[in-house]
Every structure is written in structure tokens, then in C-alpha cells.
């Protein structure tokens, strides 16, 4: 294995590279791509091309092409696939994109599981493992079932590790640009702001890159699901927590500190209770999984003729009575829509995109969630321009977090070619 440079890199958008050494300096390229870089993304896009069709498309000469070609063939991300059909001379030779010459890993780690999908390059999932486990109280476990689960993956797919691209890891915490491997310590206590991520570094020898759960959700969607060609929209994670994605003109944005799309700790009552982050009153003291549970437990009295007895109701049976029709569930469920559409609005208002994708285990819901937030939105945003934005559930369903951290690290590969051209490496044991 090649001595590790301590090094885990940030995604960023396409044609952007950001890196963050272990003097935690900052390196931001920002640049145009290369004619390398051009060829080989018109290659992925068009998944089957001819050289001279690429010479056209990109405007560039036909030997530039030959050259370049010759390369991405050498390191088997393209391959040669038959003659295409003729314009005039010669019949042509068609250039494949070969999906599955590299695996990318994408590991997500929630507050109460770890999932780990194995995907191609093109987002299609090879293999997927996940396990429950305590990730808040147990930093120790949870690092240690994160390899467990990227071994199984990477074991149970024939490319093994040699052919391992690069991993993307989805936390349950915001995501400072500048120091990736730190954690919040508000968010999750027990991590001491250390996420260690740069284990999984030194054990595969690729490349780690790190973004907030929310925020590859959103990046999965804009890629390959609700959101796809869609410019502006905020993805909503529903989960334990509740956070947001929000792409911005194509791309992912992170705020200043990466802090943006802390939905869940929106004020919505500054005489409520208080939150993990230390205020009152925060969307997620109303709707994150401990609230729903509480509420569950706080209106039994009200609704002596509910069937449902559970003295420990957990947000599974929650979702299962609401959709049986309970009363006393779908009375919990339209408290939190509603406090979910007032800050749907609140955000809308702000800041005008056209769609708004909810994802996480609260969507199991469908309409059920789906009609009330609709209904409270429409009564709060003013500005037609706002309550025309579309609301809907996530395309991709709980897959799309980890989907999205190996989109993540596929985004970065784009934005670094390079990374694709790293020769195979010895098999990890
Ligand atoms: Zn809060």
C-alpha cells in the first residue's frame, strides 16, 4: 500500500478541486476543464461516441482526440465496441464508457444506522450493506463497522479493492469546508469533533470525501433522481433529525461555513422546548423522531378510543397507524406538517426554488404528509412565485444519501481526472 498523505479532500462541484492538508490549509483550484477533462466527461455523457464525433462536439482537432483517447483506452475507462455507421467514408469505431471500470464507495452515516453502497460510475448500485447501531453514542463501533461494511461491499463485487475509485461519506453533522474531518460538537457529543474519517484513507489508499447527509441527498437527487435537470431546488431529509440540501444554479450549496440547510434548527417557537443545538423551540424539538415519539406519548389521554397501545411508540408504529388511519397517530402527523409547511414556506419565501423533494423515513407517509404541508404552504407564502414551487417525495427513497456520497465522490473525479487515471492498486487485506 502507498504510504498515505493524510490528505482528505472535500467535493466540490464539477471543475472545481478542493483539498484540505493536514495542516488543515485550504487549496481551492478553481479552473476550466482541460481538453482531457472535456472529452472524457463527453464520453461519460454520451456513453457511446465515435473520435470523429467527439472532434465535432468539442471542437477540437482530430489527432488532439486520437491522443487523448489512446490514454483513457490504456487505463480501460473506455473501450472499443464495434464500427458505428458510416457518413459518407470509412464506417467509424465507437468509443464505449465503461461504467463499471472503477467502484466508488458511499457510506452513510445516520444517527441510529450505517448503510454502505458500492456503485459504478454511473450511480448504479453493485452492492449494499447496512446495519442499525447506536452511531451517536458509539464513535468506536461506529468507525469499525464502516470498514466492515466497505469490506463486504468491496468482497462481494468482483473489481475487489484494486479497482476502488474513491469513497464519499455522508455524516450526520454540518460539514466545515475548511476542516472536512471535523464533526460538530453540538450536533453529536460523544464524537469529540473528530470523525477519524481519515482511516478509511490510510486502509483503501483512495481518495475520502466528506459532505453532510442532507446535502447528499441533494446531490443524488439533482444527479439521478427527482431533481435531475433542475437548477434550484432544496432537498429535505425527514430522518431523526431534520436537515436540508439546497442546489444552487446546478450546484451544491454549502454556506460559508458549510453550515447552510440547518432546517431543523429553523426557530419555529422560542417558548418550546429545548433543542440538542442549546436554543428553544427548533423544527426538530417538533418533528424530529424524539419529538414525534414524546407527542405520541403526551396526547394518548386525548384519545381514549385509539386502538393503538403501545407504551414505548416508536416512529415505526407511528407511521404504520397513520397510514391504518388512527386517530390519535394522524393527529401527530398533521402537528408536525404543519410545523413542517411553515418552515417549507418560511423557506420558499426565501429563497424561490422550484421544487422542494422530501426524503427520509417520514415520506413512507405519501399523501398523508404530503396534503397538510401542501396545504399549510399555500397559506403561507404570498409571493406566487414561491407557492408555485412543486412539492413532492424523494425519487430515490432512503438509498439516496449514500447514493449521493459516492455521487459525491464521482463529482469530485469529474472535477480532478486525474483520479481516474491512478493505475489499479494492490488488492487491501
Ligand atoms: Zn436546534
Not at 42 to 61: D, N, V
Not at 73 to 80: F, H, R, S, T, W
Not at 189 to 217: F, I, M, T
Request: hydrophobic letters at 40%; proline letters at 5%.
Amino acid at each position: 500500500m502507498r504510504k498515505s498523505t493524510g490528505k482528505i479532500p472535500l467535493g466540490g462541484g464539477v471543475g472545481r478541486n478542493r483539498t484540505v492538508n493536514a495542516d488543515g490549509q485550504t487549496n481551492v483550484s478553481e479552473r476550466g476543464l482541460s481538453l482531457a477533462d472535456r472529452v472524457l466527461r463527453l464520453i461519460w455523457e454520451e456513453q457511446q461516441i465515435s473520435r470523429a464525433e467527439i472532434a465535432r462536439t468539442a471542437e477540437m482537432s482530430r489527432s488532439t482526440v486520437s491522443e487523448i483517447v489512446d490514454d483513457l483506452l490504456k487505463v480501460g475507462l473506455i473501450a472499443e465496441v464495434g464500427a458505428g455507421p458510416s457518413r459518407g467514408g470509412r464506417r467509424p469505431i465507437v468509443l464505449e464508457f465503461q461504467d463499471t471500470a472503477r467502484g466508488i464507495l458511499g457510506v452513510d452515516i445516520g444517527a441510529t444506522h450505517v448503510s454502505v453502497v458500492l456503485t459504478d460510475l454511473r450511480g448504479r448500485e453493485l452492492a449494499w450493506k447496512e446495519q442499525r447501531h447506536p452511531v451517536r453514542s458509539d464513535p468506536q463501533g461506529t468507525r469499525a463497522l464502516v470498514m466492515n461494511l466497505c469490506d463486504a461491499c468491496l468482497g462481494s463485487w468482483h473489481g475487489g479493492s484494486s479497482r476502488l475509485l474513491s469513497i464519499g461519506v455522508a455524516v450526520p453533522s454540518p460539514v466545515d469546508p475548511v476542516h472536512p474531518e471535523w464533526l460538530s460538537e453540538v450536533v453529536i457529543p460523544n464524537w469529540q469533533g473528530r470523525s477519524e474519517l481519515e482511516r478509511l484513507h490510510q486502509k483503501y489508499d483512495a481518495p475520502v470525501y466528506v459532505d453532510n447527509d442532507a446535502n447528499c441527498g441533494a446531490i443524488a437527487e439533482h444527479w439521478w433522481g427527482a431533481g435531475r435537470g433542475i437548477s434550484n431546488f432544496v432537498y429535505v431529509k425527514l430522518a431523526y433529525g431534520i436537515g436540508a440540501g439546497y442546489i444552487l444554479n446546478g450546484e451544491i450549496y454549502r454556506g460559508a461555513g458549510g453550515a447552510a440547510g440547518e432546517f431543523g434548527h429553523m426557530p419555529i417557537d422560542p417558548r418550546g422546548e429545548t433543542c440538542v443545538c442549546g436554543l428553544k423551540g427548533c423544527l426538530a424539538t417538533f418533528v424530529g423522531t424524539e419529538a414525534l415519539e414524546a407527542r405520541t406519548r403526551a396526547l394518548r389521554a386525548d384519545f381514549p378510543d385509539s386502538a393503538w397501545s403501545d407504551d414505548q411508540p416508536s416512529l415505526a408504529a407511528l407511521l404504520d397507524q397513520a397510514l391504518a388511519g388512527d386517530a390519535l397517530a394522524l393527529k401527530v402527523v398533521e402537528e408536525a406538517a404543519d410545523h413542517l409547511g411553515t418552515a417549507v414556506a418560511s423557506w420558499l419565501n426565501l429563497m424561490n426554488p422550484t421544487m422542494v423533494v422530501l426524503g427520509g423515513g417520514l415520506t413512507k407517509l405519501g399523501d398523508v404528509l404530503l396534503t397538510p404541508i401542501r396545504n399549510k404552504v399555500k397559506a403561507c407564502t404570498l409571493v406566487s412565485a414561491a407557492a408555485m414551487a412543486k412539492i413532492r417525495t424523494s425519487e430515490l427513497g432512503p438509498r439516496a444519501v449514500a447514493l449521493g456520497a459516492a455521487t459525491l465522490a464521482l463529482e469530485a473525479a469529474f472535477a480532478e481526472p486525474s483520479l481516474f487515471r491512478r493505475k489499479a492498486r494492490p488488492e487491501v487485506r
